[in-house]
């Protein structure tokens, strides 16, 4: 399984990325905002999000909305 982690605090992205590989899941990609991690599902296979809410520019809930269309 290969998961996104969405957060535009680097201390968070590397803190839930360490996690995720303590607990087997070697595939992570991060992203920085949610321009990002749009760019990212365009052009990497990606099974999992796991995003902030309160991001700069767009927020979470925006970035699932438009995930989800």
């Known amino acids: 399984m290969r998961f ?27 992203a920085e ?12 296979q990606v099974d999992f999000v796991i995003t902030d809410w309160a991001m700069p520019r767009m927020s979470g809930l925006h970035l699932v909305q438009k995930i989800r269309s």
């Not at 590397?14 to 303590?22: A, E, H, M, N, T």
């Not at 905002?33 to 990497?44: I, R, T, V």
Request: aromatic share 2%.
């Open 4 to 30: 996104l982690v969405v957060d535009d605090s680097a201390t968070m992205r590397r803190i839930i990325s360490s996690q995720l590989k303590l607990i087997g899941y070697d595939s992570v990609v991060e």
């Open 33 to 44: 905002d949610a321009q990002a991690a749009l760019a990212k599902l365009a052009s990497e």
